[in-house]
């Protein structure tokens, strides 16, 4: 059964940083290109950052770029998020997701999500 444990939000003040982290159990999670998604409020979900599944190609949205990284540990089965510099309109659920294929089919997971809120 695929499970993910996601760590690390909260309240911080502008200019402040987080570390997300979202553990992985129930799939071969190497296999796996990993992002990060945001939602906030009477917004669509937007895709933040993601990374291969060995690790060695990443992609960030324009508006994180600089300030976020993503990084994985497949020995540990877990994906962080480096927030950096946060702003205000960094305020969010943060999601988790994950992406594989065998052959022709996709499989695609989901966390739970994380709050994150940045405010003075």
């Known amino acids: 059964q695929v499970q993910f444990v996601e760590s690390g939000g909260g309240l911080v003040q502008p200019g402040g940083s987080l570390r997300l982290s979202c553990a992985a159990f129930?799939?071969?999670?190497?296999?796996?290109?990993m992002s990060w998604y945001r939602q906030a409020p009477g917004k669509e979900r937007e895709l933040v950052a993601s990374?291969?599944?060995?690790?060695?190609?990443?992609n960030y949205a324009d508006s994180v770029k600089g300030r976020f990284t993503i990084s994985r540990d497949n020995f540990k089965n877990t994906v962080f998020l480096q927030m950096n510099s946060l702003k205000p309109e960094d305020t969010a659920v943060y999601y988790c997701?994950?992406?594989?294929?065998?052959?022709?089919?996709?499989?695609?997971?989901w966390g739970q999500g994380t709050q994150v809120t940045v405010s003075s």
């Open positions: 129930g799939f071969t999670f190497s296999s796996y290109g």
């Open positions: 997701n994950a992406v594989g294929y065998r052959l022709t089919q996709k499989f695609e997971h």
């Open positions: 990374i291969s599944g060995a690790g060695g190609s990443t």
